[in-house]
């Protein structure tokens, strides 16, 4: 059945970066578009970037954009999300998360979750 | 930003119907999905396109609009229906979430 992994969590100090991964298996990753969702310790959802299925266009949530970055490896199956400047507040769950067709068709699939801690 | 409106938790007896609003300035206008999260586990979709249920989805799911409400429904609710309800829509290249509702059965 169709499965997300997320991998690359940790502890970051603040001002650090990371990348996080997501591996898809169980369906033809190039037939989704792919999206990265975090969640603050008892906090609700946020969404954080989006990326076609090909790779060529992408969208980022205004509170993370210039410092979070979305790419997808199709031939690897593969989703990434690098973010920069980390500080307490990119403390969260973090969410890879799979869509078809339009975005009113929702997310059907995600993964467990990487967890991110910032702090010093 | 758009913003999305859920009361932070509803109340129901077990085998009562609950309801979950959400509301938005321009929700009538945009499909709604909705998700569940139970404690420690991911979100699952249980509705899209303001009213379709994923294969899976129980029927005591469903969901309505009306003006810029949106409404999930669930008949007989059950002990394991007890989570977190996240409504969310597509507005201005973004996917914006509500709040979130919990559900205390």
């Known amino acids: 059945q169709a499965q997300l992994v997320e991998s690359g969590g940790g502890l970051v100090k603040p001002g650090g970066s990371l990348r996080l991964s997501c591996t898809a298996s169980?369906?033809?990753?190039?037939?989704?578009?792919m999206t990265w969702i975090r969640q603050a310790p008892g906090k609700g959802l946020e969404w954080l970037a989006y990326?076609?299925?090909?790779?060529?266009?992408?969208y980022y949530a205004a509170s993370v954009e210039g410092r979070v970055s979305i790419s997808r490896d199709n031939a690897k199956n593969s989703l990434y999300l690098h973010v920069n400047r980390l500080g307490a507040g990119d403390t969260a769950v973090y969410y890879c998360?799979?869509?078809?067709?339009?975005?009113?068709?929702?997310?059907?699939?995600w993964g467990r979750g990487t967890t991110v801690t910032v702090s010093s | 930003s758009y913003e999305l409106t859920q009361a932070p938790s509803v109340t129901v007896s077990s085998g009562q119907t609950a309801t979950i609003d959400c509301s938005g300035h321009?929700?009538?206008?945009?499909?709604v999905c909705w998700y569940l999260q139970k404690p420690g586990q991911s979100p699952v979709l249980v509705i899209y396109?303001?009213?379709k249920r994923p294969s899976g989805i129980p029927e005591r799911f469903s969901a309505s609009k009306s003006g810029n409400t949106a409404t999930l429904t669930i008949t007989g609710t059950q002990p394991l229906d007890e989570a977190d309800y996240y409504c969310?829509?597509?507005?201005?290249?973004?996917?914006?979430f509500g709040g979130g509702t919990r559900l205390t059965v």
């Open positions: 969310q829509v597509w507005d201005s290249s973004a996917w914006v």
């Open positions: 321009t929700l009538g206008d945009e499909p």
């Open positions: 990326i076609t299925s090909s790779g060529n266009h992408f």
């Open positions: 169980g369906f033809i990753f190039t037939d989704y578009y």
């Open positions: 396109q303001d009213v």
């Open positions: 998360a799979r869509g078809f067709g339009d975005s009113s068709n929702g997310l059907d699939v």
